[in-house]
């Protein structure tokens, strides 16, 4: 069963349709105006924060470190920070072996464009495959995670996450940006001031059952204590995620990419713009928990009236290129 309004499915834990058909995000959504309101003051929240940056002399060459997927969004995103906030940015790329060679040469095509500096961290791919297959066999993100991505995706989020982290503080960044749409990243979550208690909690969660599971390699990726000490609080940067405060409208978001070179990959999934592991991820998530992991996200777009709910149905169902799932199971050694 699924939810009359959004299309969440019943199977996801936290969904709670009740009689009526209603899951408890649509039973608690305030609607659009509410939410674009609340949009605009983070909006200028963020506007606040790059003036008083500037008015501070940032030493850093760069205003901000893009996480680039060369997905649409963080592609789109890259564009907002250049051309609309107009910040020096430094765009960086988490290759996880996996990366679509159409996303690459998305990648090389947008960076040109926009005249974006750009680098690309390669983890050695015998650790990353260790941490795959060990996210495949232990979930150990907690189950809140595990609503919203697989938990390979998870994983690879968590490196990606304290890898930009370890860099902006070793560069003196101030701010680091994510391309999460309004579904992937909830609008509390839009702009977030990284803590020193934080980050040592967040790191320990997903260190230590990685380090147990996969071993002391693992530690090359993390925050360590020099990183801890050496950023006093007021240092460490802002995570910033602009299309959750800013309008998100998919054609839109299209149109203006296919204009910094752009195109559409014809390799990944319906759900996934640059990322081959995707399908066989959200295989083994479905498997395993009944829902498809990309629910949670597609059903807020559908409330916030983003997308169709028949069309998010359909997305969800279609299975992904079989060729692609069997050259990932070869290449992770399954
Ligand atoms: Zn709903």
């Known amino acids: 069963m699924n939810c009359r309004n959004c299309s969440l499915p019943s199977t996801l834990p936290s969904a709670r349709i009740d009689k009526s058909g209603l899951c408890i995000y649509c039973r608690e959504f305030k609607g659009k105006e509410d939410l674009d309101r609340k949009r605009k003051e983070y909006e200028s929240r963020f506007q606040q924060l790059l003036d008083a940056c500037k008015a501070t002399h940032n030493q850093s060459p760069y205003d901000i470190l893009a996480a680039y997927s060369g997905g649409k969004d963080s592609t789109f995103t890259l564009d907002l920070l250049k051309n609309r906030y107009s910040l020096r940015v430094l765009a960086i ?7 679509s060679p159409y996303a690459f040469e998305n990648i090389r095509r947008v960076v040109e464009k926009l005249g974006i500096d750009h680098i690309t961290f390669k983890p050695d791919f015998k650790t990353l495959q260790k941490i795959f297959r060990f996210s495949i066999e232990n979930e150990f993100h907690p189950p809140k995670a595990l609503e919203r991505a697989s938990s390979i995706c998870n994983s690879c989020m968590g490196l990606v996450k304290f890898i930009t982290l370890k860099i902006a503080i070793e560069k003196e960044i101030p701010f ?29 969660l997903f260190l230590q059952p990685l380090e147990q599971g996969v071993g002391s390699e693992v530690r090359t990726y993390f925050l360590d204590e020099h990183h801890l000490n050496q950023s006093k609080n007021a240092n460490f940067p802002y995570n910033i995620n602009p299309l959750a405060f800013l309008q998100y409208n998919e ?3 299209y149109q203006r ?13 319906p759900n996934s713009t ?4 995707n399908s066989f991820a959200n295989q083994v998530h479905i498997r395993k928990h009944h829902f498809h992991p990309y629910s949670l996200e597609m059903a807020e777009l559908v409330r916030e009236g983003v997308l169709g709910r028949e069309d998010v149905l359909c997305r969800l169902l279609e299975p992904g290129n079989p060729q692609i799932i069997q050259d990932v199971k070869v290449k992770l050694g399954l």
Do not use: M, R
């Open 93 to 99: 790329t988490f290759d996880h072996g996996f990366v």
């Open 176 to 204: 680091i940006a994510y391309g999460w749409s309004p579904g992937q990243a909830p609008l509390q979550s839009a702009i977030l001031k990284n803590h020193l208690s934080f980050i040592k909690k967040s790191q320990n």
């Open 251 to 253: 054609e839109k978001i």
């Open 257 to 269: 990419i296919q204009e910094l070179g752009w195109e559409p990959p014809k390799d990944t999934d």
């Open 274 to 277: 640059n990322c081959l592991l």
